[in-house]
Nanobody, 124 residues
């Protein structure tokens, strides 16, 4: 079992920045690819970003490429999502996700574990 707890959400004005954190506990963190998804009100959950284990490769949705950056600290068992140049359309609940071994599984939504989510609101 892997438990994921997100933090760092909040309200920010358009053009601002936020950094989300996801702290993992349980089984070996470094065995898991990690990622972030988001779900806006009334919409389906969508992929945002993924990072391989131990962290050499990353992949982003086109909508956030060049604005968001995913990283991980295996010693702290934490994955981060740095969000810059935020737009109102980035408003959503952001979920941390873990998948054993391959980050392509994250991209394919083959997630083994989910966090509970953290709200990000971007005001214009």
């Amino acid at each position: 079992q892997v438990q994921l707890v997100e933090s760092g959400g909040g309200e920010v004005q358009a053009g601002g920045s936020l950094r989300l954190s996801c702290a993992a506990s349980g089984r070996a963190f470094s065995d898991y690819a990690m990622g972030w998804f988001r779900q806006a009100l009334g919409k389906e959950r969508e992929f945002v970003a993924a990072i391989s284990w131990p962290g050499g490769s990353t992949y982003y949705a086109d909508s956030v490429k060049d604005r968001f950056s995913i990283s991980r600290d295996n010693a702290k068992k934490t994955v981060y999502l740095q969000m810059n140049s935020l737009k109102s359309e980035d408003t959503a609940v952001y979920y941390c996700a873990a998948a054993l071994r391959s980050y392509y599984r994250i991209v394919s939504r083959e997630v083994d574990y989910w966090g509970q989510g953290t709200q990000v609101t971007v005001s214009s």
